[in-house]
């Protein structure tokens, strides 16, 4: 980002500041997050650049794994008001490649205002991004000691790896929107542990439709243990393939984030109905990803995103129905089993099993 960029950004008031930076670092979310009540709505803006900064860490390519670690350690500190911000966003500035894409650089270099705007929040609200970005960067961190290029060991790491990327931030999401409404506080312990499913399924939806960028880059989220059990050794996995023990193992992978969104759409259902905001952003999440497994399961042999990317038509049909239906809590069950009908996975009505999900294992 050029100097006059810096000067642009530094008069946008903090919801315009946050808006502009949401809208580079990811469209659904600047998509969904304005739909939030006022209260929460810029407590979860700041919550998700504070989560897009620990994975522009991740993603740098150039960066060693002991390198990513300590930035990783850095970062909480300065979220903790441990650390200084200005200096973290200089150091790391410094050390982003070329790869690194305009609009997280941009991010990395506004880091002391982003940081400055969380610890505005209430003590309460500062708390939940704290333990969020704690446990992921610590989380992550874990996961850049290993060789990623033939896969993950086994399904267990998966379901790891969702936690500390996503699963933590359902449980802040949830943290937060329990600290708006006492209603929803009332129901605290039943929507932690579907706020992790719900972070598992959409980000197991994501890693299988970005197998082949992820693959570019030297990395594979797979579990070997689950396509070794049908034949198949990740390593050989290569764009055009045409085997089908890798097809078995890709529709179990389907039919685990079938579940998790399943589960996704009983955590929205814990929401009150009037708290319509609440719901269309966890609804229209929950619509585009059941929509891009549908895709994922229909052309199982794709070799690129874009083959399973949702249209925005798509996206458009999603949020018109969702904005019809959020009320009605029998009619969005009928939605859900509808649009994912002839996905595999659990059985009508079951719950996967979130024993796994809340406390994962140290690695």
């Known amino acids: 980002m050029n100097g006059s960029g810096t000067q642009a950004l530094a008069t946008l008031d903090d919801a315009a500041f946050q808006a502009h930076l949401l809208d580079g670092v990811s469209r659904t979310f600047a998509l969904t997050i304005p739909q939030l009540p006022e209260p929460v709505h810029p407590v979860i803006a700041n919550g998700y650049l504070l989560c897009r900064i620990v994975d522009t860490i991740e993603d740098e390519a150039t960066l060693d794994r002991a390198s990513k670690r300590e930035l990783c350690e850095r970062f909480v500190a300065v979220v903790r008001g441990k ?7 200089q150091d790391f500035a410094a050390r982003l490649s070329d790869r690194t894409p305009p609009a997280e650089r941009e991010l990395i270099q506004v880091v002391p205002r982003v940081v ?14 704290a333990i969020c970005v704690d ?6 961190a874990d996961f850049q000691d290993r060789d990623l290029s033939r896969g993950l060991e086994t399904l267990q790491d998966l379901n790891r790896y969702c936690y500390y990327v996503a699963g933590v931030v359902g449980e802040m999401l949830t943290r937060v929107f329990c600290n708006y409404s006492q209603y929803i506080a009332q129901r605290f312990d039943a929507l932690m542990p579907l706020a992790v499913s719900f972070g598992q399924g959409l980000q197991m939806t994501n890693i299988l439709k970005d197998i082949w960028a992820d693959r570019e880059r030297g990395v594979c989220w797979l579990p070997r243990d689950l396509f070794a059990a049908q034949g198949f ?5 290569r764009p055009g393939h045409r085997d089908p023990r890798f097809v078995t193992g890709l529709r179990q992978l389907i039919a685990i984030a079938h579940g998790h969104l399943r589960n996704a759409l009983e955590y929205t259902l814990l929401i009150p109905e009037y708290e319509t905001g609440i719901r269309d952003f966890c609804l229209w999440a929950l619509g585009m990803a ?8 229909a052309n199982p042999y794709f070799s690129h995103g874009d083959e399973v990317k949702i249209s925005r038509r798509a ?11 959020h009320r009605h809590d029998d009619l969005l069950r009928w939605l859900f ?10 059985a009508e009505g079951k719950l996967l099993d979130l024993s796994h999900l809340h406390q994962p294992q140290p690695a």
Do not use: N, Q, Y
Request: aromatic share 4%; glycine share 6%.
């Open 315 to 325: 996206v458009r049909a999603t949020v018109i129905t969702c904005r019809l239906c």
């Open 233 to 237: 050794e990740l390593a050989e996995l």
């Open 116 to 129: 400055s705007i969380t610890h505005r929040f209430s003590r309460a609200d500062r708390e939940a991004l």
């Open 337 to 346: 089993r509808t649009t994912a009908l002839g996905l595999p996975g659990p």
């Open 135 to 140: 446990t992921m960067g610590h989380g992550m």
């Open 83 to 89: 650390a200084d911000a200005e200096r973290f966003a």
């Open 290 to 297: 059941v929509l891009t497994l549908r895709r994922i399961h």
